[in-house]
């Protein structure tokens, strides 16, 4: 199955996956219009410090040695896993794997807003849309052939394959 990985040697935080993963599920799907909707859309992507006390979006820190630290940063969102934790918590049967595709789904009709896949997901990759009390995740962009946050990326850190070719990119580089 074709997922969405983040190579933490090129990604330096800077958010482009998460504007253009919000721009993407807006209603416009156009920045300048997509900032005036109410609600606001939702991102499924979230770039964040894994390592270190200094988020690498931010300034970076000078250590003692004089060196600069970054920490490390990792653009992440849904993992698609093959045994989905979020889907065994599923009470309403909302989350379900996709048998054709692999993917990790959610049928926003059947979601009772009861969080338990949002608490059940290692990676923090589920949010939510308070508004209708239902959970947003990362749908790989199903109306796109390359995922909006995976384009956006300037550095190429985000990549869209399946884990042996991430696996063989990353031997490559």
Not at 25 to 36: G, P, T, V, Y
Not at 45 to 60: L, M, Q, Y
Not at 91 to 106: C, I, L, N, P
Not at 111 to 124: E, Y
């Amino acid at each position: 199955m074709k997922k969405i990985y983040c190579d933490i040697k090129k990604c330096i935080g800077c958010r482009a996956c998460e504007i253009a993963c919000a721009v993407e599920h807006s209603k416009s799907k156009k920045l300048d219009e997509a900032i005036k909707e109410r609600p606001l859309p939702i991102k499924r992507r979230k770039a964040e410090s894994i390592e270190g006390d200094v988020p690498r979006s931010k300034f970076p820190k000078i250590t003692e040695a004089g060196n600069l630290e970054w920490g490390i940063v990792i653009s992440t969102g849904c993992h698609h896993c093959e045994d989905a934790p979020c889907v065994a918590a599923c009470m309403s049967s909302a989350m379900y794997k996709d048998k054709k595709t692999g993917q990790t789904k959610h049928d926003e009709e059947k979601c009772v807003g009861c969080w338990m896949c949002i608490m059940s997901c290692p990676f923090g990759a589920l949010s939510r849309q308070k508004q209708d009390k239902i959970i947003v995740k990362c749908d790989l962009c199903p109306d796109r052939d390359i995922p909006a946050c995976v384009e956006a990326c300037q550095t190429a850190a985000l990549f869209l394959g399946t884990e042996k070719e991430f696996k063989k990119k990353l031997c490559n580089t």
